[in-house]
């Protein structure tokens, strides 16, 4: 079996081969990243007749998966999308591209930085070609081990039978020169003992032979094994724009998670880990609401979810940056939790195309010191304390709760965010609407009313809201 190996980065592919028959990875080149990429990967794919791909995945000092490794995460799903059929798996990877570059170096000849990802790339499947199934050829060296036990006894009679066979020949030849009648009896024997000696090496060589094909069937049924292996099972998990915690947790307990295992993921600090250092500027107590970015990402069956959530909270990490959200809401006289906590509550009062508006609202509404008035807050508070409203029965009730996150009854943001928004709704708190409404409201007919004065809002919410507004918190 034929496997190609990758060490990606951002600028080149470095790029090398094996064959299972050999076990010695190869340098083959590099790919430019671009436009052609994926095409170059195809061909090469097509050359070498194999579409399995074997991924460095690189990780921290301390084992942890970096942005880096996310990176490498998007491009094997968008390789198994672009070159149908390809099946990947990922190999650890540790400073591969200083060992690349040493060796290099030390052949004293002159190279390029793609020649550096190509040995890298090298590294890599070398090192999966010699890590994998290790136990399966210590199995196979202890079954080599035992036929050549067995083998060995009978090797060892038929030459002690030939030996001696070769002696009596010698013996009665010398005799037949003296007594004709001794030869005869002599011709008899060695007639009688040569069969048996003959057949002992037949066995012999049979033994061998039987070995030598077992041992070739057991190889190639190792290596299919290993390609079942590289068609790892993979599961998806999409999480939606303005979905909460509690939703998330529920999706992992419906993928057979553990409920103390789902708990303890979402309680563990990953604003040490690199690339999630936008976490410590959260307040004390906070918890990961608002900064699971709602997207769709696939996993290997037994990724923890620790690891998940990881992945999920590198995406956000992304976005923050490419954006430059921390600024965009700084301007906006906001942190970076409060931009966030903003854009979870416009992410639930409306849709992508009315949230800019929606979120100059809400901004202007902080601006002038008035309660933003929203009742998707009221809504969330209630979801912790009473989820089957047993105890608030009522709009009335509800909206008297005693809770930081009840922007009716308390003046400024809540407490922390009430869902993961998308992007759209961060965008739009980082650049909202040139407008200066302070009301708005959503019709019986799904449209969006906007006003300027309490009055206009009231006479919008009787005119348009009839229904929707008297809908259970």
Known sequence: MKIIGLDVGEKRIGVAKVDSSTRIAVPVGFVETGDTMWQELAKLSRINTTNFFVLGL????EGNETKQSLYVRNFARVLTEKIPGAKVRFQDESLTSVEAESRLKQRKKKYVKGDIDAEAATIILQDFIENFNESAYKKEAAKVDQILENINPVVAETKKIAKNTKGIAKKQGDKIALNARKTKN???KF??????????????????????QNQLREREQMWAD???????????????PGETIFDIKEMLLEHGYDAAEIDAAFRHDYSNEAGLEFLKERPAGATLEGYIFGETREFYTNTSVEEILKIFLMGTGEIIAENDLVAKYKAHGLTL??????ASIVQKEAKSADQPTVAQVFLSRLEQGMALGSDVTVTYALDIVDPNRETYKDNQSALLIDSCYNTRLHAGLPCGPISNPGLSALLAVAEPSDTSYLYFLTGDDGMMYYSYTDSEHAQNAAKYCSKLCQVSL
């Not at 690189?58 to 000092?61: A, G, I, L, V, Y």
């Not at 040569?194 to 012999?204: G, H, R, T």
């Not at 939790?337 to 903003?342: A, N, V």
């Open 58 to 61: 690189p990780r921290s000092n």
């Open 191 to 212: 007639l009688i003992i040569s069969p048996i000696a003959l057949i002992l090496i037949i066995v012999a060589i049979v033994g061998v032979v039987i070995w030598r």
């Open 186 to 188: 002599t011709l008899k």
């Open 337 to 342: 939790f409060e931009g966030i906590t903003l």
């Open 226 to 240: 290993m390609e079942a292996a590289m068609v790892p099972d993979v599961f998806s998990i999409t999480i939606k």
